[in-house]
């Protein structure tokens, strides 16, 4: 399995923007979608966006529609998420996921298991 790690997590204000990257270990990512969820301190993990293997779909939730990006650079082992117009209520520790198959399910909501997980990253937005 992948291993991954999550970098540019911090602490702003709100209307700021961040670029959380997620590194995979090996050439393998190319073969995975990849996805972002965050959890909020008392709360579960939800889904915020997923990306195919080629970087040619993406799906966002409702949230985050117009101010996050997804997006992913093969070449590189990385995927990315672009986060403008922060809020506060998008403070949480942010997780990259992977997974061949079953992407749909992250979108459809019924399911929020992956094959590897990143350590988190934590986001902090002030008012």
């Known amino acids: 399995q992948v291993q991954l790690v999550e970098f540019g997590g911090g602490l702003v204000q709100a209307g700021d923007s961040l670029r959380l990257s997620c590194e995979a270990s090996?050439?393998?990512?190319?073969?995975?979608?990849m996805a972002w969820f965050r959890q909020a301190p008392g709360k579960e993990r939800d889904f915020v966006a997923t990306i195919n293997y080629s970087g040619g779909a993406t799906y966002y939730v409702d949230s985050v529609k117009g101010r996050f990006t997804i997006f992913r650079d093969n070449a590189k082992n990385t995927v990315y998420l672009q986060m403008n117009s922060l809020k506060p209520e998008d403070t949480a520790v942010y997780y990259c996921?992977?997974?061949?198959?079953?992407?749909?399910?992250?979108?459809?909501?019924?399911?929020?298991?992956?094959?590897?997980w990143g350590q988190g990253t934590q986001v902090t937005v002030s008012s």
């Open positions: 996921a992977a997974k061949q198959t079953g992407a749909f399910e992250w979108i459809a909501g019924t399911s929020r298991d992956a094959e590897c």
């Open positions: 090996d050439d393998s990512f190319s073969i995975y979608a």
